[in-house]
């Protein structure tokens, strides 16, 4: 018992029951208790109430199955701190198989867990298209502005690729990049248009990057077809300029002369 009271990570033990009757005292200080306090069921005091009716459920199928679990739950200490944990729940048994006791670990991933929470606000809020998706371009996360974008549920752009989406005069590009990717990793530029719910196209620029040991490749789009409309409309100003048969001069705001047609 010196030993347990001295790992970094909690442990319990509990009677066949589920009743607790030891903790170290890390396992007391994850809780938020004391550590007599945490005896029986004292530890489900400090329990988020939202994470009540799962833990129960998952201690009575344990008890009825014989088979251990494992879950994430939180505990609220005084003052409305946080606390994110594993449970991790292995059963003792005797030679008929029968429980004799459950031993239990408890994890702190508070800070795990508070990162990526902060990353997933962060893919929420993004003003940037962002995606994970497979090697062969299967979508499987999106932010929220895609829906923005091409005005799609999410759910429905979920599992399909980002060649279904593009413009079959912009699909060779696309693949050649993705393939460069597969093959020689590195950052992948590449731009293509897409295709929203309404059938119309948009102007998407790519930086994409994939991980080598996931396979996924994680992915920023720019919607750019704004600035594509902008640079056409330029170029047809450019050029109505250059052929105009009058003579079209050009001052800034001194009056001085800055361009002349030819």
């Not at 199955?65 to 609220?76: D, I, W």
């Not at 102007?203 to 077809?225: E, F, G, K, P, Y």
């Amino acid at each position: 018992r010196r030993l347990l009271g001295h790992l970094p990570v909690g442990v319990f033990v509990s009677e066949p029951n589920g009743t607790c009757v030891y903790l170290n005292a890390r396992c007391a200080e994850l809780v938020g208790l004391p550590m007599e306090e945490c005896l029986g069921y004292g530890w489900a005091r400090r329990m988020h109430p939202d994470d009540r009716p799962s833990t129960k459920a998952a201690w009575e199928l344990a008890i009825a199955s014989g088979a251990g679990y494992r879950q994430e739950r939180r505990y609220v200490h005084e003052g409305g701190r946080c606390m994110r944990v594993i449970v991790d729940v292995r059963p003792e048994t005797d030679e008929s198989g029968q429980v004799t006791a459950w031993f239990g670990t408890v994890t702190d991933i508070t800070a795990e867990r508070s990162s990526h929470d902060e990353l997933a606000r962060f893919f929420e809020l993004s003003s940037e298209l962002l995606c994970v998706a497979c090697e062969d371009g299967t979508f499987r996360q999106l932010s929220a502005s895609w829906e923005r974008v091409l005005d799609f549920p999410r759910e429905q752009l979920l599992d399909i690729t980002m060649r279904s989406l593009v413009h079959p005069d912009d699909r060779q590009i696309t693949d050649a990049a993705l393939q460069s990717l597969r093959r020689n990793g590195g950052l992948a530029r590449f731009q293509n248009r897409c295709r929203t719910r309404r059938g119309e196209w948009r102007q998407l620029d790519w930086s994409a990057t994939l991980d080598a040991d996931s396979r996924r490749m994680h992915a920023v789009a720019r919607d750019i077809s704004e600035q594509g409309e902008f640079e056409a409309r330029l170029r047809l100003a450019g050029a109505v300029f250059d052929h105009a048969l009058e003579g079209i001069m050009v001052t800034n705001a001194q009056g001085v002369i800055v361009a002349v047609n030819p």
